[in-house]
């Protein structure tokens, strides 16, 4: 409901929707597939960020996300000894710029990179 209502007026002017699912404290779950499929109609990049449920319990790339977050520090690694996170993409051309920030410009930080992809 939210999205049909909502999604002229949120992604008219946008290049970017970033979302989380489910949403932290409330737990609102959004519907991924739907967010994108509007999202990328409007020609916008979709991130979300899986830190919450992991890569064990729900895969946006799947569900039409471009780019997705994972913060390891928390749920992946239990709050203890590694400070990281996770920037997963099977699109080959986002996957290409953000090497080239890394490698080139640094601006990202090092980084564990992963070259396939399933």
């Not at 999202?39 to 996300?65: E, I, M, R």
Request: with cysteine.
């Amino acid at each position: 409901m939210f999205i049909k209502n909502n999604a002229t007026t949120i992604i008219n002017q946008c290049h970017l929707v970033w979302m989380e699912s489910p949403t932290n404290p409330t737990l609102t779950v959004i519907d991924i597939a739907a967010v994108s499929k509007i999202a990328h109609k409007k020609g916008c990049t979709v991130v979300v960020d899986n830190t919450f449920l992991t890569l064990y319990f729900q895969h946006p790339l799947s569900l039409g996300a471009d780019l997705v977050l994972h913060s390891m520090t928390e749920y992946l690694n239990g709050h203890c000894d590694v400070l990281m996170g996770a920037l997963c993409t099977n699109d080959k051309e986002i996957h290409k710029k953000l090497k080239f920030l890394q490698l080139e410009w640094f601006y990202i930080g090092r980084i564990i990179i992963m070259e396939e992809y399933s």
